[in-house]
C-alpha cells in the first residue's frame, strides 16, 4: 500500500501542477467555463481553488478538515515540506514566513495582509536551512554553558554573604548591648533631673487637682438639677412628661456613673512619671537608626543623646495626661477674663436656612469671616461686627483658613475641594483646590496647608500641602500611641511650630510638634475632658494659651504645657453652645459663633 506522501506526489503529478499551465479554479472552470487563477490546491478532492472557492471549502462541514496547499508563483508548494505549526491569526493555516520588523511568525494570509509593506518578510524553510548551517545552535549551547557557570558562581557567592550576615548580625546585638547600658546610665541621669524638676510642679499639680473637683462639682450640681426636675415633674405632670423627665435623668445617670467609677478608681495621689525628650523617642520608637545594615552607617546614639539632655516630664492622676518638653519648670498661665465687646446675628436677608457656622476667622484688621455652613456661603463682617458682603459657593463650607495677606481658603467637604477666595474690600473667588479627601479642619502656617479628616470609621490622619494642594505628607498616630479617631478643628502656633488638633472621638486636645515635618511630629502634651464632646471650637492666643469650646456650655482656658487653667467662658456669659472659635491679634480679641443661635460673640481677653 502506498504511504501518503507517495499519495499526495501521485495527485500532483497527475493533475499537472508543476509547470502552472493547468492552475486554473476547477469549480469555476466546470461552473460556465469560467478561468480563475486557483492559490490552492485540495489533496483530498484533488482540485484547484481560487480565494472563493477556498473560503467556500472551508465553511463547508465535509471539506473543512481537508489539506490546502499554496500555491507559489504558478506552482503548488512541495508536499514534503508542507509547514506543521498553525498560524494563531488564522487556524488552519500553517506558519510559512517570519518577519523581522515586527518580530512575527505568520502565514501566507498574514503576510498578504498585515505585513505586505514589510521588508523584511522571509520563508521560515529558506531561513531554517540557513540557521542549521551558520553554527548558532552551538553558539546558544555555549551561551547557555557559561550562564549556568555564571548561577552557580552567584550561589556561593551569595553563601559566603549568608556567612558574613551572620558575623554582621553578632556585630550589631553587640553594639544594641552597649548602646542599652548607656542609654541606662542616661535614664539614670534623667531620673535625677525629672526628680528635681518635680519639685517645681507642686502647684500645678495642686491647681490641676481643685480644676478636676470643679468638675465633679458641676456634675454634682447637673445631677442635683436633674433629681428636682424629676421629682418636680412626678408629682405635678402628666404621664408622657413623667416619662420624658424619667429618661433624661437615666441618660444622665448612665453618662456619669462611669465618669464617678473612674473617678473612684483613680482617688489616689498623682503618679509622676519621666519621659525621654522628643529625639530619643524618635530614635527608640523607629529601630532604623539601632542595628540597620547599610554602607555608611548614620550618627551612633550616644552622640544623638548628647545634643539633647533636656526631660519631658508628665503627670497622670487618670486618663488625663500633662506634658511638657523640658527640665524647665512650666510658668503658671494666668486665668484670663472675658469682656464682651460685641456681636451680631449670622443670619442675613436671602438665608434659606438656619446658619451653622462651622468655620471662622478674624483677619489682621479686624474684620471677621464666618462659613455659614447650612447656607454654602462666606460672609463678611467688619471689626465693629456689622455685616459687608458674602459670597455663595458651589458646596457647603466646613472651616476657614488664612493662607495670604488678602487671601483665606475654605474645605467643601461635599466636592473635596478647597476654595480659595481674596478678601480686599468685598470677598471674591479665586482658585479651586481638587483634594482626594475631605478636610473638616484647615490651618496655614504661610507655607503649608493643614488638613484634618477622617478615612475611615475610627481611624483619622493630618494631611500637609502647598499652598497648590500637592500632598506633602501625614501622619495618622503620634509616638504610636495615640490614635487619631475623627480629628476636627485645628490650629497652628507659628512661633513654636505646635499643631492643635481637636478629635472628638477622643474628647481630647492632641498638641504636636511639627518642626522637623508632619512625617516626623512628636506629642507635646494631650488634654482630655469628657465635656469636649461635640463641639469642635479651637483657637490660641499669643500667649501660646489655647481655648477649646466644651459641650456643656463653656470655653476652657488651656496652658500652653496642657494644663487646663478655668473655665474662661460659661452659660453665665450668655453662652448657648459655643462651637467655633477664633483669636485676633491685633485686638487681643475672642471670638465666639453659636452651634444653634444665629449670632457671634466677640470678647475682650484681659
Do not use: W
Not at 539614670?188 to 528635681?196: H, I
Not at 508628665?314 to 464682651?340: E, G, M, N, Q
Not at 500611641?481 to 492643635?500: T, W
Amino acid at each position: 500500500m502506498a504511504s501518503q506522501k507517495e499519495f499526495e506526489n501521485q495527485i500532483l503529478l497527475k493533475h499537472g501542477t508543476g509547470d502552472g499551465t493547468d492552475n486554473a479554479c476547477t469549480p469555476c472552470l466546470q461552473d460556465g467555463g469560467k478561468r480563475i487563477m486557483s492559490v490552492v490546491f485540495c489533496l483530498e478532492c484533488a482540485e484547484h481553488l481560487c480565494i472563493s472557492c477556498r473560503q467556500h471549502h472551508r465553511n463547508l462541514k465535509l471539506t473543512s478538515t481537508h489539506h490546502l496547499l499554496e500555491i507559489e508563483d504558478g506552482n503548488v508548494a512541495d508536499a514534503n515540506n508542507k509547514m506543521t505549526e498553525s498560524c494563531p491569526e488564522h487556524p488552519g493555516r500553517c506558519i510559512e514566513y517570519i518577519c523581522e520588523s515586527h518580530q512575527t511568525l505568520c502565514c501566507k494570509t498574514c503576510r498578504d495582509i498585515s505585513h505586505l509593506g514589510c521588508v523584511s518578510v522571509r520563508r521560515v524553510l529558506d531561513e531554517a536551512s540557513r540557521f542549521v548551517e551558520s553554527g548558532e545552535i552551538s553558539k546558544v549551547e555555549e551561551c547557555l554553558k557559561s550562564l549556568k557557570t555564571q548561577l552557580a558562581n552567584q550561589i556561593q557567592t551569595k553563601r559566603k554573604h549568608t556567612v558574613n550576615v551572620s558575623t554582621q548580625v553578632a556585630e550589631a546585638l553587640s553594639r544594641i548591648k552597649t548602646e542599652t547600658t548607656k542609654a541606662v546610665e542616661r535614664i539614670n541621669k534623667l531620673a535625677e533631673e525629672a526628680d528635681s524638676a518635680i519639685k517645681t510642679k507642686s502647684s500645678d499639680v495642686t491647681n490641676r487637682l481643685q480644676n478636676e473637683m470643679e468638675t465633679i462639682q458641676n456634675v454634682l450640681e447637673t445631677l442635683n438639677v436633674s433629681e428636682k426636675v424629676l421629682n418636680t415633674v412626678k408629682q405635678n405632670a402628666r404621664e408622657p412628661q413623667v416619662y420624658i423627665a424619667f429618661k433624661k435623668a437615666d441618660y444622665q445617670l448612665k453618662k456619669y456613673s462611669s465618669y464617678a467609677d473612674e473617678i473612684e478608681t483613680n482617688m489616689k495621689e498623682p503618679n509622676v512619671h519621666f519621659e525621654f525628650d522628643n529625639t530619643f523617642l524618635l530614635i527608640k520608637g523607629k529601630l532604623t537608626t539601632v542595628g540597620n545594615f547599610k554602607v555608611g552607617r548614620s550618627e551612633p546614639l550616644e552622640k544623638q543623646l548628647q545634643k539633647q539632655s533636656s526631660v519631658t516630664l508628665y503627670v497622670d492622676t487618670s486618663k488625663r495626661h500633662f506634658k511638657r518638653l523640658s527640665s524647665t519648670p512650666s510658668v503658671v498661665s494666668k486665668r484670663k477674663k472675658a469682656i464682651p465687646v460685641g456681636g451680631h446675628s449670622v443670619r442675613i436677608p436671602g438665608d434659606k436656612t438656619t446658619c451653622h457656622v462651622t468655620g471662622s476667622e478674624i483677619l489682621q484688621d479686624g474684620r471677621i469671616l464666618l462659613a455659614d455652613h447650612h447656607n454654602k456661603s462666606i460672609k463678611l463682617f467688619n471689626k465693629n461686627c456689622n455685616y459687608i458682603n458674602h459670597i455663595i459657593l458651589t458646596s457647603r463650607p466646613n472651616d476657614i483658613a488664612v493662607i495670604g495677606e488678602n487671601e483665606i481658603a475654605t474645605s467643601l467637604i461635599d466636592e473635596n475641594v478647597i476654595q480659595i477666595l481674596t478678601v480686599d474690600n468685598l470677598l471674591c473667588l479665586s482658585r479651586r483646590i481638587e483634594t482626594t479627601f475631605p478636610y473638616y479642619g484647615l490651618a496655614c502656617d504661610g507655607e503649608q496647608l493643614y488638613g484634618s479628616t477622617t478615612i475611615k470609621d475610627g481611624a483619622g490622619e493630618i494631611h500637609a500641602l502647598n499652598l497648590a494642594g500637592k500632598f506633602l505628607g501625614s501622619f495618622s498616630h503620634i509616638n504610636e500611641q495615640v490614635d487619631l479617631i475623627r480629628p476636627s478643628k485645628i490650629c497652628i502656633d507659628k512661633n513654636k511650630h505646635f499643631l492643635y488638633i481637636n478629635d472628638l472621638g477622643r474628647n481630647s486636645l492632641f498638641c504636636v510638634d511639627i518642626s522637623l515635618g508632619v512625617t516626623q511630629c512628636n506629642e507635646v502634651f494631650t488634654y482630655t475632658d469628657r465635656n469636649l464632646e461635640l463641639r469642635s471650637g479651637l483657637a490660641i492666643d499669643t500667649d501660646g494659651d489655647v481655648y477649646i469650646s466644651s459641650g456643656n456650655m463653656t470655653v476652657h482656658q488651656i496652658s500652653s504645657d496642657g494644663i487646663k487653667v478655668h473655665e474662661l467662658l460659661t452659660s453665665a456669659d450668655g453662652l448657648g453652645l459655643p462651637h467655633c472659635l477664633a483669636f485676633s491679634a491685633r485686638d487681643n480679641h475672642l471670638l465666639v459663633s453659636e452651634f444653634k443661635e444665629n449670632s457671634f460673640k466677640l470678647f475682650a481677653l484681659r
